[in-house]
């Protein structure tokens, strides 16, 4: 086995782990250092490429694609590398206080709503977690929607312009719900970070630690508790958690397209759209598309063949 093969089994290996739940490993900087020049040797600078608008869904599996060719698929490895190596050192995190304990105020959804924002987007720790020129995200949508659609947490563009969902990934999933039928604007969109994760690099994005979704979660809870959806959709791994729990032992591809609850409300659990900007194979697609059509069965929606056929 050469070098390059080395480090590509390696990176294999790195998300194997993650799609595991394995969120941390360590790896000496001498070990970093040697991985990087051979990915730089065989691949170019990762500066040189694309930025991406959210890091690789941090725990799904790792789906192969049968449409795309063998260069194809070794780019895409590289392309997740940085965010699945260059976890951010755990002593440069500040230390995020405990979550707050508040009760909403009576009044109508606006009202309610205009509060929780307020709170939110002056909440100290939101604001001292921010990057240089970033704001805090607060939820986005129609109050009286059916449809509560949960991410992560905001990525460069959405800290950028204080909005949920509106980087690749949000367009993607602005996609998904035209082919259901829907607008972006008819459906609630939430995250479970207020603030993008920080971390050390030019690109890409940090999941955020328990500490950090534990702080910001009842947020989110309360932004569903005032939408008052028939269905939430969980996106992704890290919104599985916040949503159901920590649960070192659930994998994603196992408890997607089924239903569970959040306190009381039908909760279907999908792959995040940035897993399928990077794994974009027909397969991955069809398995959210299933997912989707279950949700809009869930809202007693209208579903056409055609769109039964959608990835088919
Ligand atoms: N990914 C998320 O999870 N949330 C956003 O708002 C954008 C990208």
């Known amino acids: 086995m050469n070098q390059a093969e080395a480090a590509h089994s390696l990176l294999l290996e790195l998300q194997r782990l993650r799609s595991e739940g394995i969120r941390d490993v360590y790896v000496e900087e001498d070990s970093l250092l040697s991985l ?23 725990s799904s599996p790792r789906v192969s694609d049968p449409d795309r060719g063998p260069e194809a698929e070794k780019e895409e490895v590289v392309e997740s590398s940085a965010a699945v190596i260059r976890a951010f050192p755990e002593n440069e995190l500040s230390e995020i206080p405990d979550p707050l304990e508040f009760d909403l105020p009576d009044g109508s959804k606006e009202e309610r709503w205009g509060w929780l924002r307020e709170k939110v987007e002056s909440c100290p720790t939101c604001l001292s977690e921010l990057n240089p020129k970033g704001k805090v995200v607060f939820g986005c949508g129609d109050l009286d929607s059916d449809l509560f659609l949960c991410g992560e947490a905001p990525g460069a563009e959405e800290e950028q312009q204080g909005l949920p ?39 890409g994005n940090r ?26 959709v969980a996106l992704g791994k890290t919104a599985t958690d916040g949503l159901l729990g920590h649960d070192p032992k659930r994998r994603l591809g196992d408890c997607r397209g089924k239903w569970s609850e959040f306190e009381g409300i039908p909760l279907m659990v999908t792959y995040h759209p940035s897993y399928l900007l990077h794994n974009p194979s027909k397969a991955s697609k069809r398995k959210v598309w299933d997912d989707m059509l279950l949700v809009m069965e ?15």
């Open 36 to 58: 990087e020049k051979v990915l730089q040797e065989k691949f170019g600078r990762p500066e040189s490429r694309k930025p991406e608008g959210r890091a690789p869904e941090p």
């Open 165 to 203: 969902f509106v980087g690749p990934a949000g367009e993607l999933l602005t996609k998904i719900l035209e082919a259901m039928g829907l607008s972006r604007d008819s459906v609630y969109l939430g995250n479970i970070m207020n603030w993008r994760p920080r971390h050390g690099q030019a690109y």
């Open 207 to 232: 999941p955020p630690t328990e500490q950090e979704m534990n702080f910001c979660l009842p947020y989110l809870k309360a932004q569903i508790e005032i939408i008052s959806p028939k269905v939430v």
């Open 298 to 312: 869930k809202m007693e929606m209208n579903v056409s063949e055609k769109q039964r056929g959608f990835f088919g």
